[in-house]
């Protein structure tokens, strides 16, 4: 074992023992570890970070520091010959004795007489390095091999838990190691969660997790969610259920076989010396190797193919599995880390489904499977053989389009508090229909789901209060895509389609709100037409297109409008999605907002909603604030990067001179009163707990850190990036504000010709269909003009706020509702018909929210 810079000069035994307090102290504060020296034997009195197994008391000798000073020097000699020696004050581990040196071939033979010095497998020697002069090599004959194999049985080792994976792979075989390779938000670490919590909780087997990108905390909260079905966003937060609660408490008992390090300087040596001291090791994970340099992590860059040797050798050596994720997927760094088996997870064109490609060095791919990303509560679920149905014919009525469609495996985890007996609340019907859903979605039963549907809808038309708890909040939402759950007999008597006919009463959470205030429930975001990407005729009342055109076109930095359509699977662009708009769509936890039904003038069906606030609010009215303009107001100075992004990975801080899209935790918020800054984004984070964002965001919480709001800038773990610009958009700004204002007195059909050739210029921006021939193709030009908006329209309202109002809700970029006790909007806002401004409108509590009239 090789001194750290950290170790102290070396001193004697008889030194240590009188000083053994302040040592012990200096390595349980300061992390200092000391070399203790004993005629011809040294050992190291380390922190227990440098031996994380040491922290499981049972599994080594123990002693209190008033007996280990009186027998430090047989302590000495004991670890220097490979045994742990853990010291305690009263009952708690503070620091460890191990050997300095790796233990000398003598003691090979001596395994018996000393079982904790043993490994795993049963080699002594870690490092692997004993003289061959004087140890002969282990031989193997024929029948040994073929004993072994039959032994190990089918699964050469722990299993990931997936029974598809599991099928391809043959599980994790020992003495090998194998690489997880995915893109950064694919979820790879994931599957280095799964096999520990297979091998641990389950097989009840000993796991060493090295955590060189989450930190122990991520990684509890990570299994909590993935055991409860609980939203790890939330988990974050430290908002936990009662149900979530008892789990963690069952998994904290019965977590002593999962052993985790997660020192920020890990190195693949540090694991190689700490494997051989754990007794019953059956697998080690390492998550995980990061492909860009980073100062702050040795298992990253241009270091990965040494410690992967390192790895590799530590698999032999203990025969047990290595697992290692990489956040890449590159052939070429994949070549360099020459792993045994390399599992490489690509997305596919279905959103519910990763592909796993299975390779063995020497035999190239030998498998695939089929997995469904469920990164909302960290973990992967086996995508089954059959879907539910295919994309291009009609799945049956309320029914997603394949097993795991977002709709019907929502539904099935929304359920599973129920069903599992965790939570109590709804009728014991709703419950068995519950379980029989959960049981056809895994298996994409079409049939059974739709004979299932009919009896589910009817049983939860019975329940007349979903429970007030986030899954009952969660479990309503989730089954209102299937239509409004109402019986038959209300149904006939309201001579009403049963989806239109009565309202869902979905107590509101501190959470995202489902629905947007003046959004209809089935309108298409993307609404774009073909021709709609034509310049508008001569002579039109607003030519936005053109004019969007001109603007971008007369920029002096040279703008890219249009990614090649072959570049577009690579980079940033995969990485962007339409929930980075951080748009929120929140209600206040106290208030009850009902979904109701509403016919507009032209016939058309819609749901509006309906808010109630409690008696302790007093008397007051809802004042609906409506801000004219959003997107247009955005682009009077959205900081984005006009040509193509880089990779600029992992920043220490925030560079004011660049834009464009950054990798970060979500910030904790405990503030009830006004939702998370960033929105929707908290929603979809990644294995890790990150998302990604935009420069809007990303300079939003700066000032919200200059001003104390937040506690600190989260960290930028990756980024891609541009030169940055705020005026690349301004000049169409200018002509829409112009326009605007001599339309809006005109009003009629020349204005609605206008809002709508505005809206159309800006989706064009990001047109999602390839039948689109848009003169653009820059997402992360459109997806910073939205999060821009979402920005504006979250600061006017938490400077309310501030100064005393209470906000109901907040939803998309221009909607909000406060509670006005003396009948006036907040003097936060402008009232008028401009950009900038707003229209104030004022209606009693339970009444329904009208349609916006702009």
Not at 280 to 285: P, T
Request: charged share 25%; aromatic share 6%; proline share 8%.
């Amino acid at each position: 074992m090789s001194q750290s810079p950290q170790e102290e000069g070396a001193v004697n035994a008889t030194t240590a023992r009188n000083t053994l307090y302040s040592l012990v102290k200096l390595a349980e504060d300061h992390g200092r570890t000391t070399v203790i020296t004993k005629h011809k034997v040294r050992a190291l009195l380390a922190p227990l970070d440098r031996f994380p197994a040491a922290r499981k008391t049972d599994a080594f000798p123990a002693y209190v520091l008033s007996v280990a000073q009186k027998d430090l020097g047989d302590l000495v000699t004991l670890a220097a010959k490979g045994q742990p020696q853990v010291l305690l004050r009263n009952t708690t581990p503070v620091a460890v004795l191990l050997p300095a040196d790796p233990p000398s071939d003598a003691l090979s033979s001596d395994t018996a007489a000393h079982p904790g010095a043993a490994t795993a497998g049963g080699a002594v020697n870690s490092q692997g390095n004993q003289d061959r002069g004087s140890t002969p090599r282990r031989l193997a004959t024929l029948g040994d091999a073929i004993g072994s194999v039959l032994t190990d049985g089918p699964a050469g080792g722990p299993a990931f838990g997936l029974p598809g994976l599991d099928a391809a792979t043959g599980g994790l075989q020992r003495g090998k190691l194998t690489l997880v390779a995915a893109r950064p938000s694919v979820g790879g670490s994931l599957l280095g969660l799964a096999a520990a919590r297979k091998t641990a909780l389950v097989d009840h087997d000993m796991v060493l997790y090295a955590a060189s990108g989450p930190n122990r905390d991520d990684i509890f909260r990570r299994i909590i969610s993935a055991e409860t079905g609980g939203e790890y966003a939330r988990l974050k937060q430290g908002r936990l259920t009662e149900h979530e609660q008892k789990v963690a408490h069952q998994l904290v008992q019965a977590g002593d076989l999962l052993m985790i390090d997660d020192g920020s300087d890990l190195t693949a040596e540090d694991i190689r010396e700490t494997a051989p001291h754990m007794e019953g090791l059956a697998l080690v994970v390492v998550d995980r190797l990061q492909a860009a340099h980073s100062a702050r992590l040795p298992l990253s860059g241009d270091r990965l193919p040494d410690a992967s040797q390192v790895l590799a050798t530590l698999a032999r050596t203990l025969h047990v599995p290595v697992l290692a994720i990489v956040d890449s997927d590159d052939p070429a760094l994949l070549g360099l880390l020459d792993a045994d088996v390399t599992l490489t997870l690509t997305p596919t064109e279905d959103p519910a489904k990763v592909q796993v490609t299975v390779a063995e060095r020497d035999f190239g791919t030998i498998g695939s499977a089929y997995l469904q990303p469920d990164l909302i509560h960290a973990r992967f679920l086996d995508a089954g053989a059959a879907p539910l149905g295919r994309a291009d014919s009609p799945a049956g009525p309320g029914l997603s389009a394949s097993a795991g469609g977002p709709q019907a495996l929502e539904l099935a985890e929304a359920a599973l508090p129920y069903t599992s007996g965790g939570h109590q609340g709804i009728p014991a019907a709703l419950t068995h229909e519950l379980a029989a859903w959960r049981t056809a979605v895994p298996g994409g039963d079409q049939a059974a789901l739709k004979e299932i549907l009919p009896s589910l809808l009817q049983a939860a038309a019975t329940v007349s209060q979903w429970p007030d708890t986030h899954e009952g909040h969660r479990l309503a939402a989730a089954l209102r895509p299937y239509g409004t759950p109402v019986s038959a007999d209300t149904a006939a008597s309201a001579g009403k389609d049963p989806a239109a006919s009565a309202p869902v009463h979905v107590p509101a959470d501190s959470g995202q709100a489902p629905d947007d205030v003046a959004e209809d429930e089935d309108e298409d975001e993307d609404w774009l037409k073909p021709g709609d990407e034509a310049d508008e005729p001569e002579g039109h009342v607003f030519p936005a297109l053109k004019i969007l055109k001109d603007a971008v076109g007369r920029s002096k930095m040279h703008p890219i409008l249009v990614i090649r359509k072959e570049e577009r699977d690579s980079g940033p662009w995969p990485l962007i999605s339409e929930h980075m708009d951080g748009e929120p769509r929140w209600v206040r936890p106290d208030v009850t907002v009902t979904r109701v039904p509403h016919i507009r003038e032209n016939g058309k069906r819609v749901r509006r909603d309906q808010f109630d606030v409690p008696d302790s609010f007093g008397e007051g009215v809802l004042c609906l604030i409506d801000r004219n303009g959003s997107f247009p107001s955005a682009c009077s100075g959205v900081p984005l990067a006009p040509n193509k992004l880089l990779h600029t990975g992992p920043l220490d801080a925030y560079d004011k001179t660049k834009a464009g899209i950054y990798l970060i935790d979500i910030p904790e918020w405990t503030r009830t009163d006004m939702p998370h800054p960033l929105g929707r984004i908290i929603d979809r984070p990644d294995e890790d707990g990150r998302v990604w964002v935009t420069t809007p965001h990303i300079k939003q919480l700066e000032k919200l850190v200059r001003e104390k709001h937040l506690g600190a800038m989260p960290t930028i773990y990756d980024s891609w990036t541009g030169k940055y610009n705020e005026s690349l958009f301004k000049p169409f700004y200018e002509a829409t504000r112009k326009a605007r204002t001599e339309l809006v007195q005109v009003g009629g059909d020349p204005y609605k010709m206008y809002k709508t050739r505005l809206s159309i210029a800006l989706r064009l921006l990001w047109p999602k269909r390839p039948s689109q021939r848009s003169p653009f193709w820059r997402p992360d030009w459109r997806m910073s003009m939205v999060a821009e908006a979402s920005v504006r329209h979250w600061s006017v309202a938490f400077r309310a706020v501030q100064e005393g109002h209470q906000l109901l809700a907040l939803r998309n970029v221009d909607a909000a509702v406060f509670w006005a006790p003396d009948g006036t909007a907040p003097d936060t806002y402008r009232i008028g018909t401009g950009f900038g401004e707003v229209k104030a409108k004022f209606v009693q509590p339970g009444q329904m929210i009208p349609e916006g009239d702009d």
